[in-house]
Structures are given as structure tokens and as C-alpha cells.
């Protein structure tokens, strides 16, 4: 027998109320870009280590700006500085509801898969004669296997 972890429901008004949040939070961050793969593979990372090493280029940008080209804007930095260190902690929440949203619907998915499998089991053993054969044939396709290569190269041969 399969162990049930989450026995819940998510009702449409729910489910519209938990979208509507994540539009509002959209909205709120009108700013967020999005990166292609390229792009995010050829930016420099600021990971915790280098927070320190930000923090402290900020204050020496803006008690020594004599030394920086003209061209360079000490408040755009801090800006970047200030936005980076209000997200971070978004950031770190909403990757802990998604790892939660994630791990529950991984679960809740194995278990109906798991209570699937014991419907079609119980069908292919007891669903002869009952009506159920089309059924279990529909189901049954579920585990078909297509002829792999390794077949086709020897028919080949």
C-alpha cells in the first residue's frame, strides 16, 4: 500500500487567489528582466562572498570618487547595491516556496501515479469479462515499448 504524505484540495478560488498573488508580485517588481542562458552564462556573479567585496568597492567609490573617470555613476552603483540587497531576501523566500510548491506537487503526483498503478493492476486482474478489457488495453499503453535501435540495426544486418 501506498503512504499518504498530503491529502488536501486546492479549489479554483484558491488556486485563482494564489495566481492573482504571484501577478501582484510581478507587478510590484515591474524592473525584473529575463535573461537568456547566454546572457546569464557571461555575467559576473555576486554570491555571498562577494557582498563583502561589493560593499566595500561602494564605500571606496564614495569617499575616494577622484580616482574613477568621470563616466562613472557612484549612486547607479549604489542603487545596484540597494536593489540587490532588498531582493535578496524575495529571493531567498521565494525560492523556499518553490522548492515547497515543488517537493508537494513531486509527491502528491507519485502518489496518484502509485494509486493509478494499483487501479490498473486490480483492473488487469479482475476486469476480464467485466467490461474493462478496452480499458486495460488504453491504460496498458502507458508501458508499451517502441522498437529501440538496437532492433532496427539488426534487422538491418
Known sequence: MSTTRISATLTQTE????????????????????????DRKALPKMGDKSRAFVSIALEVAAQNPEFLPRSFDIDEMRKDVQLFEALYPVLLSLTQLQE?????????????????????????ASGQGGGLDAVVVEMGRRFARK?????????VL
Open 100 to 124: 515547497l510548491v515543488d517537493d508537494t506537487t513531486l509527491a502528491v503526483g507519485s502518489e496518484a501515479y502509485a494509486a493509478a498503478l494499483q487501479v490498473y493492476n486490480y483492473a488487469k
Open 147 to 155: 522498437a529501440g535501435k538496437a532492433k532496427s540495426q539488426k534487422a
Open 15 to 38: 488556486r485563482d487567489a494564489v495566481l492573482q498573488a504571484i501577478a501582484t508580485i510581478k507587478e510590484k517588481l515591474p524592473f525584473l528582466v529575463d535573461l537568456s542562458a547566454d
